[in-house]
Every structure is written in C-alpha cells, then in structure tokens.
C-alpha cells in the first residue's frame, strides 16, 4: 500500500516538473520533456534487462539428433 502511495505522489511530482521543464526549455535544442522522464518507477519499468537469445542449435545436436539412453540406429 505505501508502493501505490508512493506511486501516486510521484506521478503527481513528475507532471510538475515536466511543465516547469518544459517552459523552461529552448524548442529549438531540445525535445519536449515528459513526466515519465522524471518518475523514477517508470524509469525503473523501461530499464528492464532484455535477455538475448543465443543459437540453441548445439543443444537439438544433443538432445534430439543423438538422445542419450536409446538404441543407436
């Protein structure tokens, strides 16, 4: 419950200081700012690890062209 308290403040918090950023900023060098680029818990969500997958064709070599523990052909 205090999660979501928390949550909720800073949604708050970052809307404000998106706008304050944003009458303050110079169009022509820099993009519109957005709230989510000062909440830290959104900035936690888009910072997962993306996990990359890597050649799995060593592991069918194995398993299923040469199974361990049945009659060879």
């Not at 708050?12 to 944003?22: E, K, P, V």
């Not at 700012?33 to 194995?62: I, M, W």
């Amino acid at each position: 419950m205090s999660e979501g308290h928390g949550r909720a403040a800073w949604a708050h918090t970052s809307a404000i200081l998106a706008l304050l950023a944003n009458a303050h900023r110079d169009p022509k060098k820099h993009s519109a700012f957005t709230p989510g680029d000062f909440n830290p818990y959104e900035a936690q969500e888009r910072c997962k690890p993306h996990t990359k997958t890597r050649d799995l064709s060593v592991l069918k070599a194995v398993f299923v062209d040469h199974p361990q523990g049945g009659s060879k052909p």
